[in-house]
């Protein structure tokens, strides 16, 4: 079973900030928060990755709890290209490597 | 592109025929994973391998067998195929366990 909790759907106005949050209570030390995104039924796309601290790349910024148990994806200027299902996921990087997706959130950009 | 190849794009075959799925890695990655996406489902994970050796292990059915070569491709077989088999499948790599997974475009398979 996946070990995050995700919104079904979100709504977010073409420019403005989309906040995608992600509840992963039960995260161990070292298990990493991914964020993917997959458009239409194309292979799911890597957005970032993190462990505790915030991290920003050129796609987004995510945002971890000090705590740990949840985080925000944030995609600073959104357009339509950006409609997908957006999944969080966390992960223990090792060899044996079970990387299980949830349902995730399916980000609808309003024009 | 992801630098991950998948082939066929699309399969249509009957019920109780086996198949064969085909993936190349990008190069240099030593990990590839197998997922199956139902109509609106979530990926359901499949298998991993690690440079040619099983590593993980998800609901992968009896009737679904994989593997990975020495030049690191991956095949995954399905066979006594139902009408439930439809799906995408798709493959995806990375370099290694801290390293991102890299998404090829999917194998549309359609059992009828």
């Known amino acids: 079973d996946a070990k995050t909790t995700q919104p079904p759907s979100m709504d977010c106005a073409e420019g403005r900030a989309a906040n995608l949050p992600c509840n992963h209570s039960?995260?161990?030390?070292?298990?990493?928060v991914y964020w993917y995104r997959q458009i239409h039924s194309q292979g799911p796309q890597y957005i970032i990755h993190g462990l505790k601290n915030n991290e920003t790349n050129e796609m987004a910024s995510l945002i971890i709890t000090e705590d740990r148990k949840s985080s925000t994806l944030i995609l600073p200027h959104a357009t339509l290209r950006d409609t997908a299902v957006y999944y969080c996921i966390v992960r223990v990087n090792v060899r044996d490597d079970k990387i299980i997706f949830g349902k995730g959130t399916r980000l609808h950009i309003l024009p | 592109d992801s630098g991950v190849t998948q082939t066929p794009k699309h399969l249509i075959t009957a019920t109780g025929q086996r198949v064969t799925l085909r993936c190349s890695p990008r190069s240099g990655d030593l990990s590839v994973y197998w997922y199956q996406q139902s109509l609106d489902q979530g990926l359901q994970f499949l298998i991993q391998y690690y440079n040619g050796e099983e590593r993980a292990k998800g609901n992968i059915l009896e009737r679904f067998s994989a593997q990975q070569f020495p030049d690191l491709h991956s095949e995954l077989n399905l066979s006594s195929l139902e009408l439930g088999d439809s799906a995408l499948y798709f493959c995806?790599?990375?370099?290694?366990?801290?390293?991102?997974?890299?998404f090829g475009n999917g194998t549309r398979l359609t059992v009828t």
């Open positions: 039960t995260i161990s030390g070292n298990e990493y």
């Open positions: 995806a790599s990375s370099v290694g366990p801290t390293a991102p997974l890299h």
